[in-house]
């Protein structure tokens, strides 16, 4: 088998979705394989929400950076999933503008399987809630924006 006829093999599975190609001529043996070809908007859209998903934290961290001083920011103590209500069918612990007093629940954080009561360190109403019900947190992730009173 000579070089071209293996070039054109290549190219051949490169216009199809073909990922493996086995050939014996004249005593050769020959086997090209390719992985699997994921699609351009595939990638890009994985691509499109993993920037959106990164610019969301981002302007989340800004703002409780700016808001620092005026404002108190709760914390993620851990890492686990968000929730902001004790069970699918109830409501959520607080809302925005919900008045809040030193040691109210505000949110539960799953952690292997343990649910764990983040409650508010401060006195005052809740000013902004930086994360989604059932998203992932990181430690130290800010939370609530609680303006004290």
């Known amino acids: 088998m000579e070089l071209e006829d ?13 990922t493996e190609l086995q050939i014996e001529k004249e005593g050769t043996k020959v086997k090209i394989k390719r ?8 990638v890009q859209q994985s691509l499109l929400s993993e920037r959106r998903e990164v610019k969301e934290a ?3 961290k800004e703002e409780a ?8 920011t709760v914390t993620s103590p851990i890492v686990g999933t968000f929730y902001r209500s004790p069970s699918p069918e109830s409501g959520p612990f607080v809302d925005v503008g919900s008045r809040v007093r030193k040691g109210q629940v505000l949110c539960i954080i799953e952690a292997m399987k343990l649910m ?14 930086l994360v989604d019900n059932g998203h992932p947190v990181e ?8 303006e004290p009173v």
Request: aromatic share 10%; proline share 2%; hydrophobic share 45%.
């Open 65 to 72: 950076e700016e808001a620092e001083g005026k404002l108190f």
């Open 116 to 129: 764990n009561e983040i409650e508010s360190e401060v006195d005052g109403v809740v000013v902004r809630i």
């Open 35 to 42: 992985e699997k070809f994921f699609g351009h908007l595939d």
């Open 6 to 18: 293996l070039k054109e093999l290549m190219a051949l599975l490169k216009e199809t979705d073909i």
């Open 139 to 146: 430690y130290g992730e800010p939370l609530f924006l609680i």
């Open 58 to 60: 981002r302007e989340a």
